[in-house]
């Protein structure tokens, strides 16, 4: 840790992953410095956390006060940590002096830890936004703990045994409802289950805990299979609630507390009730276009339902509105998976009994690839990408955009899928954002698709070989857009002429017309008139100088271009005062 990090650090204030310690009224004691400690260590995320001791709340650096003598030893701080908390906490402690405020920062990088860390006197606190919005330290319940636990991917909430739960508790509908989902889900699901009884269909699903009988019932077993009212008794955090809103007006207001299997089917009866359609006419085909594709909204909610905390309160919620649907469950994303990543981390659900019996059932892919799906059918359909950006690290919300389709795109779509070139998910991404953005480079491509820029540069070139897209500059100045004939058969030709924009030959006109309108370009002006990149502009001018259109003027980074023609007239003006002066007489 040097200053200027430290610096960084500060400069973002308090958040979930800092926290300031004023000493300017009083020393902070070693007990508020081992509970901010565990408080830091115990918060919702992947990276370190950090501690500052010597900065106020508001930002100000009043500095750290010595805790050993005359200085602050950091290993012996360290080793205070390390024995005062349970499991033992390795953190790094930095006495870092900070110029010219003249005053020493100690800063405590907290690792996020895998497992709940309290204090050696059992006080457990966990660092999460409070009522006031504002990062603060809360206490840690056990449910938070095995809330955190889950998160890490450390413990299945769905094969935790539910204590007081019986065979009673189950209902019978249930098993068969399951089997029906099966025998409905044209061989996605296990038919080997079919024939099991109901107490050896438990059994295989992991619903019970079973020696020879069933012995105790499993959170999975009550959330398949359990009876309403039993569910509302035993596991009162399951909630889904369905909702259509048209403005600030409410026209439905549903709750469920059923078994999953049952409230999957009450959803899926009310999306159908509100499905809409368009119609495509590719050749002789006739091609349905959906506000909402079926495939995509059941395999965002069973995510949304597979991967939701359990031991957190508050329902899943799906929203309907007149433009979007938005579906959000209570826990954020499980550990390693971020906005940043989404699309291309490896499974990884909350929890892993759950999901598989979800599998089994053929509710969900068995690739556990759902959110490839979700994309995938969102774009072909001709609508903008779904969206996880309103995500917190409490919540998962995702944004299923509808309204008017772009039928021509849904066209291009089909005809390549006809011509035996279907669009993947990859292409799709691309063909959508240059829809929307007009342009894109090789590095925002990458970040688009989540992947390399090697990998992103090669599905560009595909759609250039493909004839959906062109290519324009060299290198790293090298964009993309759509091709003459990807506009056409998107209906907007002329839309290719404005991308296109300006040849050469017409960047040289107007650079000259600039320099006669304002005498004078500079390559950063240049490259802003013509809309191309710096090296682009650069040898631009050097050829209309090179013709002795313009003459380079300046040294360095105050180089600039004037007209060759300006610089003769002003010369021959100038003589001709002179003439004129010596021939006056005096």
Known sequence: MNPEQLRRIIQQGENLDVEFKGEGQRQVSDDEIVRAVVCMANRAGERSGWVLIGVEDDGRLTGARPRHGATTDPVRLQALIANRTRPSLSAQ????????????????????????????????????????????????????????QSTRGLLDYSVVVVEGATWDDLDPLEFERFRRFVRESRGQGDETLLELSDEELAKALGAVEADHTVTRIR?????????????????????????????????????????????????????????????????????????YSE??????????????????????????????????????????????????TPPRPRN?????????????????????????????????APSYERSTPTDV???LPGGQGNLAFVRLVVEENQAGRPLR???????????????????????????????????????????LVEGRGERKGRTYHLSAAAY????????????????????????????????????REAAELCQISSPQARNLLAKLTEKGLLLRQGRRRGIFYVLASTIVDVSKTEMDKSTKSARRPK
């Open 93 to 148: 402690v930095y006495v870092v002096p900070l110029q010219p405020e003249g005053v020493e920062i100690i800063a405590i990088e907290v690792p996020p830890v895998r497992i709940p860390v309290g204090t050696a006197d059992g006080v457990y606190l966990r660092r999460a936004i409070g009522g006031k919005g504002k990062p603060e330290c809360l206490p840690m319940h056990f449910h938070d703990m095995q809330s955190l």
């Open 219 to 291: 959170v999975l077993g009550l959330l398949l299979f359990g009876k309403e009212a039993s569910l509302h008794r035993l596991l009162p955090t399951h909630e889904v609630a369905f909702q259509v809103l048209r403005g600030e007006r409410v026209e439905v207001n549903e709750f469920f507390r059923s078994p999953l299997l049952r409230v999957m089917e009450e959803l899926l009866q009310r999306f159908r009730a509100r499905y809409r359609e368009e119609e495509v006419m590719v050749g002789l085909l006739r091609v349905g276009v959906p506000e």
């Open 295 to 344: 495939r995509a909204f059941r395999e965002a909610v069973a995510n949304a339902l597979i991967h939701r905390d359990y031991t957190r309160l508050g329902a899943v919620h799906i929203q309907w509105h007149d433009d979007r649907i938005e579906i959000s469950n209570p826990g954020g994303f499980p550990e390693g998976v971020h906005l940043g990543n989404i699309l291309v």
């Open 352 to 384: 892993p009994l759950l999901a598989d019996a979800f599998k089994r059932a053929g509710i969900v892919e068995r690739t556990g690839r759902g959110i490839d799906i979700i994309f995938t059918e969102q774009l072909r359909n001709g609508r903008p």
């Open 397 to 399: 919300v995702l944004v």
């Open 425 to 467: 998910l990859d292409e799709l991404l691309i063909l959508n954002c240059l829809w929307q953005e007009r342009s894109l480079t090789t590095a925002q491509a990458s970040g688009l698709l989540q992947k390399s820029e090697a990998d992103a540069r090669a599905v560009l070139e595909r759609l250039v070989e493909a004839g």
């Open 488 to 523: 056409r058969r998107l209906g907007v030709p002329s839309a290719y002429v404005r991308r296109r924009g300006f040849e050469p030959i017409q960047w040289e006109q107007m650079i000259l017309q600039y320099v006669r309108a304002h005498g004078r370009i500079t390559r």
